[in-house]
């Protein structure tokens, strides 16, 4: 019997889009552009989701360039992926901000193993972007900030979604971050049913670069509502 972790990983593995993009976005996947990502996805995996247990799912948007984009493990950097899941990045080195935030919340949960034991993280897009800013860098970009890259992008968004709550994903509620994602996602579930209950937290970005001096209140109501 395939475990739930062992599903992640082959969604993982087989994680692709191939589609026309806008000429200044581009996909971030690190399943394809980093031989190392498969391998530690697959120690990921096994480590914390190796049973048949279901899990609650929280959804961001889409995989940062410091963070699920280069890691494959959703608001995971390479410090936390060392230092709090014991699995070691050689070939990156990120800090993510965001990701901080996630695990000082998954640590006052009651760690790493009891709460990958009870939720499952992804996003509504489970690949990011990047795009051009006006300094001509590549910067973040989310699926929502680019009206054509929503029309191309959402069957597979939906399809995505579908797959991954095979994996054995509690449909009573999901847990969404951020407000114009949850405005997205509320919209999906309208049509698809797909969740009984839709609960919206703050996204972790948002807190830790706009709310860091009430960090402890949002911990709480992240703990509150999990």
């Known amino acids: 019997m395939a475990t739930f ?10 994680l692709s889009f191939t589609g026309p993009l806008p000429d200044h976005i581009q996909v971030l996947n690190p399943f ?15 480590k914390f989701y190796n049973d048949e247990n ?20 959703p608001f ?24 901080v935030f996630v695990y000082d919340m998954i640590r006052a949960y009651g760690g790493a193993e009891k709460f990958y034991g009870d939720y499952y993280i992804n996003s509504i897009c489970p690949l990011g972007f990047i795009t051009y800013n006006k300094k001509g860098n590549w910067v973040n970009c989310n699926y929502y900030d680019d009206n054509e890259l929503i029309r191309i992008m959402y069957d597979f968004m939906v399809s ?3 797959r991954q709550i095979s994996f054995g994903i509690d ?3 999901c ?18 049913k797909f969740f009984r209950r839709l609960v919206e937290l703050e996204h972790p970005r948002y807190i830790v670069q706009y709310r860091s001096g009430a960090t402890e209140f949002y911990l709480a109501k992240y703990l509150d509502a999990l």
């Open 171 to 173: 449909t009573e509620v």
């Open 54 to 73: 279901p899990r609650r799912l929280i959804l961001g948007i889409n995989p940062g360039r410091l963070g699920a984009g280069v890691t494959g493990i």
């Open 5 to 14: 972790g062992s599903k992640v990983i082959q969604f993982n593995r087989e």
């Open 160 to 162: 995505s979604l579908r």
């Open 76 to 99: 995971t950097d390479s410090k936390r992926m060392n230092d709090v899941c014991g699995i070691r990045i050689e070939s990156v080195s990120t800090h993510e901000p965001s990701s």
């Open 175 to 192: 847990y969404i971050l951020g407000k114009r994602n949850a405005k997205f996602i509320r919209e999906i579930n309208r049509k698809e």
């Open 32 to 46: 394809q552009n980093n031989p190392e990502i498969n391998d530690i996805s697959e120690k990921f995996y096994n």
